[in-house]
């Protein structure tokens, strides 16, 4: 990656045109939505990529990284085209809220070279690496429940990346590829990490070294059987151990050397206070693969498992049926509770009970712990049973095993990847009767609304007008029965009414 530092200029006039300068848009993506920057960022060093930089998307009003991977050889990049395209279309699939979102991707076609563009979600608060140490320079100590909240979190992405089927072996997770938000989320970045490696061997050879220094300081991040033989979910595994090790102790000393020695590792290990912590770091780096634990069982480790409180389990609940709540329903609900009255009550025959007032909640808490829990904070993992995921093979196949998948891959369409969480809409009827004008207010999942309108004709189905807001990405596909069940049962009450009236008169 080549990083540009502008020169800088004294006094606020300096700092002004710094800003502007590196705000200034360079490119748009063919759809009008991806505004590229000059300024430069790293997200981690993926294989093959030259250049990450900056950029707005102007539908969601967020940051992004815009990608570039350059092929100066437009017959190498012909020669591997549909492998690319196969890549892109399945990482777009990965899902999950503590892994670095894949947006987009597009092929830009010149004379002599052509370019693959991709989309990342930006981690704007920087890596775990970064903040242990921050941490550490401030002469501060982890402390243990976040410790636990972050293994958790990542264990919730090994998990959902190991069970799917095939499995997607990460292979690059170290503190550098994992990211934190200022509000405590972890996400794991550098998924394809491995798929480029495959897709693009001949990087250039300033990426190459920088690779080669990147894997000598991260070195004892690798299990000691990686790039042996056929490797699995055992490497990732031995990588979070020693990611566990450095959030619990900050740092692991290297004495000086470019790569931290096994000794180094052992007294990390050993100056963990909590046995529990301690056996479960030691069980994940394991020499034997073999005897290495899953992701699944270490969610189910005693320093970890607790039962999940009825308060959790609500939240849960309530963000996955939103849809069917209306607008700020807690907060109007709050607000019609007397904050004396008595929501719960725990008797005891031997002593005084316990009451539990509506005045011990506070709706500002609520709502944070809510979004917390939407956003992927506090997972839902120990009591469910590990579930495959469908994810098109391409994603665990090696080079080899790639050029041998003959499936053909779709042109890249434009696709709606939030959620509905709120629907109302308006029917309003000729006096004909022959059509009706529906208008129809959606609220996504990151808050934003989305209002359509159209006229709709007795022969037209809710099923066929749900498949219609699909296919113009208005809606996504996993929301279509949902939309579909919604506009039937609004239509019929439409209709019910207009009988109703027209029978009055």
Not at 85 to 106: A, D
């Amino acid at each position: 990656m080549t990083m540009s530092v502008p020169e800088r200029k004294s006094g606020s006039e300096g700092k002004e045109e710094e800003s502007e300068d590196e705000s200034e848009i360079l490119e748009e993506s063919p759809c009008g939505r991806w505004q590229k920057r000059k300024e430069q960022v790293s997200q981690g060093n993926v294989p093959g990529v030259e250049s990450a930089s900056l950029a707005m998307d102007t539908e969601e009003g967020v940051e992004v990284v815009w990608n570039e991977v350059l092929f100066s050889d437009k017959k190498v990049f012909k020669a591997q085209e549909e492998k690319i395209k196969e890549m892109f279309e399945n990482l777009m699939q990965v899902e999950h809220p503590n892994i670095v979102k894949f947006h987009k991707y597009w092929l830009d076609m010149k004379e002599t070279e052509a370019r693959v563009i991709f989309i990342t979600e930006y981690m704007s608060s920087g890596s775990l690496k970064q903040f242990l140490k921050k941490t550490k320079k401030n002469h501060k100590t982890m402390n243990v429940k976040a410790w636990k909240r972050w293994c958790t979190q990542i264990l919730s992405a090994l998990n959902y990346l190991h069970s799917c089927d095939p499995p997607i072996i990460h292979g690059n997770l170290t503190c550098d590829t994992i990211f934190i938000q200022h509000n405590g989320l972890i996400k794991i970045g550098s998924v394809w990490h491995r798929l480029f490696v495959n897709v693009f061997p001949d990087a250039s050879v300033h990426s190459k070294e920088r690779q080669h220094r990147d894997e000598q300081r991260n070195l004892h991040f690798f299990a000691p059987e990686y790039g042996a033989g056929e490797d699995d979910y055992s490497i990732d595994i031995f990588s979070f151990g020693i990611c566990t090790l450095e959030m619990a102790v900050l740092e692991i000393q290297a004495n000086g050397d470019a790569a931290v020695s096994k000794e180094a590792i052992v007294n990390a290990g050993q100056s963990l206070e909590d046995p529990l912590m301690r056996e479960f770091t030691q069980s994940c780096l394991r020499h034997d693969a073999k005897l290495r634990p899953t992701a699944h069982d270490l969610l189910f480790h005693r320093v970890l498992f607790e039962v999940h409180s009825l308060k959790l389990l609500a939240a849960h609940c309530l963000n996955n049926n939103q849809y069917l709540l209306p607008e700020n329903c807690v907060e109007e609900k709050t607000k019609s509770f007397d904050p004396n009255a008595v929501m719960a009550e725990i008797r005891h025959d031997d002593r005084p009970g316990v009451q539990l007032k509506y005045s011990h909640v506070s709706p500002l808490e609520l709502d944070k712990f809510l979004e917390d829990v939407k956003n992927g904070i506090y997972p839902l993992m120990n009591f469910a049973t590990s579930r495959p995921h469908p994810v098109p093979r391409a994603l665990s196949l090696s080079q080899e095993q790639v050029e041998t998948v003959k499936t053909p891959t779709p042109e890249p369409q434009e696709t709606e990847t939030r959620k509905v969480i709120q629907m109302h809409c308006n029917l309003e009827s000729n006096e004909e009767g022959t059509k009706t004008h529906l208008s129809l207010f959606l609220k996504m999942d990151d808050k934003l609304h989305r209002q359509l309108s159209c006229d709709i004709f007795p022969t037209d189905t809710p099923k066929d007008l749900a498949s219609e807001l699909v296919h113009y990405a208005f809606i996504n596909e996993e929301d279509s029965e949902r939309v579909a069940a919604f506009l039937e049962d609004s239509i019929s009450r439409h209709r019910v009414r207009a009988l109703a009236t027209g029978s009055n008169q």
